[in-house]
């Protein structure tokens, strides 16, 4: 494997004759005191170490295999980091809020499209479901308690709301009392 | 009478069987680290320059020894195969440390000049650093025939076997190398 140290010296001066002159076997680089002494433990450490982490990075990869129990494992994981329980409620919020809202712009909508006579009509038919306070509150006023009433006279107020209140409720209140 | 040769032949052969066998895989590699690691050391060391980045480059070498010595066939010299494993650990290290270089803002930290200065296991004169400073110059193969051929004093032969390279080709290379780095040390 090696060669003759002179052989080498003889075709290095040939080549680089400066080169040849200064040639020495050391490098006049050193190693720390006693670095050899546990330098086989430092190494044989090392590859223990190595082995471990190559061990440990196996048994890790053995519980990410695609398998149905470790894919519903890493969603439950998933779904119960805080980030994502955040996320989930905000968009739950989000989505309650825009039924809520679409849902008002729809009845909304509708009424527009109600005309007064129908909403008459419809008030006709369906009186009793109506509040009396609200349809007297809506016509007269809040002050419709105030009003006095002779004990003489009987009033059939579900039969005065029909007969003449209802045709002096304007569009406007019409659809403030669907 | 047995030659040093043969008998280092037949130490790495029981040292390859002990490593085959489980129960005794472990103490043979204590073995062959006892055998080899020096050697490899100033291997790494001579090409890294730094005995830090050597360290590193030799526990890289020696894990690497250890995972693959199953797969040695035996049709090489145990130590022609380690010292190919060491030779291409090192030149990764340089090519690494080359492109942090290139990549580095801080060119003074990483100037070899710099470095030795610093490092306080390298005790050369002047003409020795300029020689280190001459060496960084060469490219990597270039630079591995040249340790091999300049310090180690190995045969064209047992370079080829380690580098893959044909002989010719390595005389080529050493040839090339010495006339750089004269050049570098007789220059201004």
Known sequence: MRENQDNIHKELKEIAPFLAQIRQKETKLEAPNGYFN??????????????????????????????????????????????????????LIVSIFSIIWSN?????????????????????????????????????????TTIEISDEIE???????????????????????L | MQSSTQKDILEDEAILKMLNIPSSRDRAFRLLLQKYQERLYWHIRRIVIEHEDTNDVLQNTCIRIYKGIKSFKGNARLYTWLYRIASNEAITFLKKRKKIKSTSIDNEENNLENRLHA??????????????????????????????????????????????????????????????????????
């Open chain 2, 119 to 188: 490092d306080v296991y390298f005790e050369g004169d002047e003409i020795q650093k300029k020689l280190q400073l001459a060496l960084d110059t060469l490219p990597e193969k270039q630079r591995l025939v040249f340790d091999m051929r300049y310090y180690d004093a190995m045969s064209y032969q047992a370079i080829s076997d380690v580098l893959g390279t044909s002989v010719g080709g390595l005389k080529a290379s050493y040839h090339h190398a010495a006339k750089k780095v004269e050049a570098f040390l007789t220059q201004e």
């Open chain 1, 38 to 91: 546990h330098l086989e433990d430092n190494i044989l450490a090392c590859i223990k170490a190595e082995e471990e982490t190559q061990n440990w990075s196996s048994t890790s990869l053995k519980a990410n295999e695609a398998t149905p129990q470790n894919w519903l494992l890493a969603i439950k994981k998933w779904l119960l980091r805080p980030s994502v329980g955040i996320g989930f409620a905000m968009i």
């Open chain 1, 104 to 144: 008002s712009q729809s009845s909304d909508a509708i009424l527009m499209a109600v005309s007064e006579i129908e909403a008459t009509e419809y008030i006709h038919e369906n009186i009793d479901q109506f509040s009396e306070t609200l349809i007297l509150e809506s016509v007269i006023g809040e002050d419709w």
């Open chain 1, 155 to 177: 009033i059939d107020f579900d039969k005065y709301i029909e007969d003449d209140l209802i045709d002096e409720l304007d569009s406007e209140l019409i659809n403030e009392l």
